[in-house]
């Protein structure tokens, strides 16, 4: 490591996940004291950057390590990789290699605000960075001498350069880029013991190997070449980056990609996501359109679609209101590029026309205020928002439209090189798959977005919220026109995100090894995890219907100790009253407990193997509820006051039926009517099951979750 002024961080850790100890060197803190950031903020983007780089391969030691790093959408994901490069040249380690985008247009805008971040061009023409862009493997001599210069202790420290290679995630340009690494032996470089930290940003895309579900066909161009890379260096860290971990969680454990630590980021304050818009703000922030209005606006529609001219006069006014920029409406309809073409030439007519009837005082103006600018102007001070008078915003809009940028940005217009935020105060942009994953729109108030869901694959509709950020300032002016499906999956994805990033966060603070948590998510049925080109771990994916009962005990366990289990927790909480809806001799008895209770002894459950993956479901499903619920609980019944069953097994299939009927004789109204509306419930049988091996005694559970508890859970099988 080379000498340098710098501040130590509290070296002691007993997680087993840290490997070493970094410390924050000069370009670290000229990094962040460039940046817009508080001191609050300051201090969670270096510690959190800090902890990352410490679980990576140290720069003195020789390991292979692939890490996983999560973040929420347009939360600052770009910062803190840029934070651990700076934290890898503070420390010594020379190369940094980063993979930024599938398409130009993201590899540009990455790598010019990497550039710009680390200051590569300093005043005087000394820089401690050489940033190098989609290099030739002809360029390997001078990479060399930039290598030599880090680890040469004779080199004074200003002469020193690290060197950062951004790559497209394409094989062509990654292929060059292993070429290179390669070469560098041939002018002096060490490559095995020269430390390297690979950084991807948008991880889950491209990336994986998409053809695991072809067992003849060859493995995907890209990931091969990430793989012949990875190859081609020595002791080196690959670092995913991503907002949607669901991809490479779910790829084989055997994979080279597979992670072996995950650290979960935590954003800064101001940041709204889809707790904010789609949970606290969602009547002021969602705007669902019909399945009429979708089916319109994307069936090749002849003229602006009634909703379209609602979400521009929201972005006009609101544009007005603010004063300034850059602000931004972002037009997604669909990922065909006709549509973009389409949608363009209606906002351009709208700006067009609208501006020309506000400056001309008539009737028509007076439609166009009562039609859409009033009813938006109520909408924004009915949201919470402290609007000026309509009439002062009127007399300013139609300026506003002339400042404003619209752009195309799809694969069959030029790279969006003049998209220069600051160029203009106001832009509306139109596209689909290129305004997606990874692209900022800065400024972004005002969306409309009639795409529909496509093949449900979660990861995929949440990139495609560009509206998330720190947007705390203006967050009740936003506005989205969104499908009413789309919006679904964007609810949904708030508690399968929190759920998936709470269990992420408890792997990362004991420090498992990520090859050894079983995967879990929760997530509806309906829905998909990611692409199923990428999947290559089994897992169970059901759902727990709400006021049904389901049956956790199907199959004979001969030696089972769940009768001790359920001793344990009587005596710890019983003896429990007797059910006084059961006018029986030989009653049920019932009793109201923490759901952590039920949690536990589902924790503790001993089934057969057949029945243990729903077990689980729905301990994981009752614990995510209890997470959001503290106060939570159950009601346990024991069965015929826990005295035996006998039960015998269907002879064809095996499962027992727990449950007792209902008596036809009248009285007893059978066991599926013991419950309450709203509590779950938790039916326990002891039995003695007449196995064809002889009797088995054991216990039986049923489970009821009122509606409003109900999910589904992914889980490894």
């Known amino acids: 490591m080379t000498e340098q002024h710098v501040q130590i ?159 497209m995630k394409n094989p062509a340009r990654l292929r060059r880029v292993t070429q290179l690494v390669r070469d560098l032996a041939q002018y002096g470089v060490d490559v095995a013991s020269t430390p390297v930290l690979v950084v991807d940003d948008e991880a889950d895309q491209a990336g994986l190997n998409a053809a695991v579900q072809e067992d003849e066909k060859e493995a995907t161009a890209t990931y091969q070449a990430i793989v012949d890379l990875r190859t081609s260096l020595g002791s080196h860290t690959y670092l995913m980056y991503t907002a949607t971990p669901q991809a490479p969680l779910l790829i084989n454990l055997a994979d080279v990609l597979s992670p072996d630590f995950v650290y979960v980021l935590t954003p800064g304050a101001g940041y709204t996501g889809g707790q904010y818009f789609f949970k606290d703000h969602e009547k002021t922030f969602v705007r669902r359109l019909s399945t009429s209005a979708v089916t319109t606006a994307l069936t090749s529609p002849s003229e602006p679609p009634e909703e379209l001219k609602k979400a521009l006069a929201s972005y006009l006014l609101v544009l007005a209101q603010r004063g300034g920029g850059p602000m931004s409406m972002l037009v997604h309809p669909s990922h065909t590029t006709d549509l973009h073409e389409t949608y363009g030439g209606f906002v351009n007519s709208l700006c ?155 792997v990362a603070d004991e420090g498992i090894d990520l090859h050894t948590w079983k995967r879990r998510m929760l997530l509806e049925s309906a829905y998909k995890p990611t692409r199923k080109a990428v999947v290559d771990i089994p897992y169970f994916h059901d759902r727990i219907k709400g006021d049904s009962w389901l049956s956790l005990t199907r199959y004979v366990h001969p030696g089972s100790k769940s009768l001790e289990v359920v001793t344990n927790l009587l005596n710890a909480r019983g003896p429990f009253p007797e059910d006084e809806r059961d006018p029986r001799g030989t009653q049920n008895e019932r009793g109201l407990v923490p759901i952590s209770d039920v949690l536990e002894l589902l924790a503790d459950w001993d089934g057969a193997p057949a029945d243990m993956a729903l077990v689980n479901q729905a301990a994981l499903l009752l614990g995510a509820r209890l997470d959001a619920d503290p106060w939570l609980e159950a009601e346990i019944y024991l069965m015929d006051g826990f005295a035996v069953r006998e039960r015998s097994p269907d002879k064809d299939s095996g499962v027992i039926t727990l449950q007792q009927g209902r008596n036809p004789k009248g009285g007893y109204a059978g066991d599926a009517t013991f419950f309450t509306d709203g509590i779950t419930a938790l039916q326990v049988h002891k039995l003695l099951v007449k196995a064809s091996s002889g009797p088995v005694e054991m216990v039986g559970l049923n489970l009821r979750v009122p509606q409003s508890l109900s999910g589904a859970f992914l889980l490894q099988a």
């Open 352 to 506: 067009a026309s609208w501006k020309a009837l506000l400056q001309d005082p008539g009737a028509d103006r007076d439609e166009l205020v009562a039609g859409y600018l009033k009813p938006a102007h109520e909408d924004l001070v009915a949201g919470g928002v402290d609007m000026q008078p309509l009439d002062g915003l009127l007399s300013s809009v139609p300026f506003w439209i002339g400042s404003t940028q619209v752009r195309v940005v799809n694969s069959g217009t030029p790279a969006d090189s003049d998209i220069k935020w600051n160029a203009a105060p106001s832009w509306i942009l139109i596209g689909g798959n290129k305004l997606d994953r990874g692209f900022t729109v800065e400024g972004l108030c005002t969306t409309f977005m009639p795409r529909r869901i496509g093949a449900g694959q979660v990861d995929s509709v949440q990139q495609r919220a560009r509206f998330f950020g720190y947007k705390a300032s203006y967050g009740l002016m936003c506005r989205a026109w969104i499908n009413g499906a789309t919006a679904g999956v964007f609810e949904h994805y708030v508690e399968h995100e929190q759920v998936l990033r709470n269990e992420l966060r408890g």
């Open 9 to 167: 961080v509290d070296s002691e850790s007993k997680n087993p996940a840290v490997l070493w100890n970094p410390v924050v060197g000069s370009e670290t803190l000229r990094l962040l004291d460039a940046s817009d950031l508080d001191e609050d903020g300051d201090k969670l983007v270096r510690t959190q950057s800090v902890e990352v780089l410490s679980r990576c391969a140290g720069p003195m030691t020789s390991q292979k390590r692939t890490g996983l790093v999560v973040g929420y959408v347009q939360s600052g994901k770009t910062l803190s990789f840029t934070t651990v490069i700076s934290l890898a040249r503070d420390n010594g380690i020379p190369l940094i290699i980063l993979l930024a985008g599938t398409k130009q247009n993201l590899h540009e805008q990455t790598s010019n605000r990497l550039s710009n971040d680390l200051q590569v061009e300093r005043a005087g023409g000394l820089s401690p960075w050489a940033l190098l862009e989609n290099p030739l493997a002809g360029q390997a001599s001078t990479v060399a001498q930039y290598i030599q210069s880090m680890t040469d202790q004779g080199v004074p420290d200003q002469f020193r350069r690290a060197v950062v290679i951004t790559v």
